[in-house]
């Protein structure tokens, strides 16, 4: 489930950054998924969690983005730009007798939402290149 967009003119945009981190935090949480799911009888093993949502919001909250800048006269990239998704491991919880933590089912149900949020993030992707496109060949 890798991902790649390429860097184009109109990648300064925000909503396309916005979607480009949201599908590199889906590709890392479906890959941290399937690590559970195949270590789900492995003694000791704890889940693993992609956290991204919190760290967007917090950034996205905020009144305003700022810019850096590397020269006074460059205009900066935005703070969305330093968002990244992270794994952590779960060790709150535990299921099992063996110090395994994964629960298979709420595993499954993860990775369907996941995918379900994959699938769109790749739609509005696609809309919005499409518009790129369309503003690149000058309306036709």
């Known amino acids: 489930m890798g991902v790649i967009i390429l860097d ?3 990648s300064n ?6 979607l480009k981190k949201s599908l590199d935090a889906t590709s890392l949480r479906h890959n941290a998924i399937s690590n559970n799911i195949s270590n789900m009888n492995t ?7 992609v956290k991204f949502e919190d760290e967007l919001k917090k950034a996205l909250g905020k009144d305003e983005i700022k ?3 590397t020269n006074k006269r460059h205009f900066g990239i935005s ?3 330093n968002i990244k998704p992270k794994t952590v491991k ?4 535990q299921m ?17 939402a996941n995918q379900i949020k994959y699938n769109a993030l790749i739609e509005q992707t696609n809309k919005k ?3 790129f496109g369309y503003i690149i060949n000058g309306g036709r």
Not at 90 to 93: A, E, G, S
């Open 8 to 10: 184009f003119p109109g």
């Open 13 to 18: 945009d925000v909503t396309y950054k916005l």
């Open 43 to 49: 003694r000791n093993y704890k889940a693993n969690r």
């Open 67 to 69: 810019l850096n800048a």
């Open 79 to 81: 703070s969305i730009d």
């Open 90 to 93: 779960d060790k709150k919880t």
């Open 96 to 112: 099992n007798s063996d110090g395994n933590n994964v629960d298979v089912d709420l595993e499954m149900t993860n990775l369907a």
């Open 129 to 131: 290149l499409r518009t």
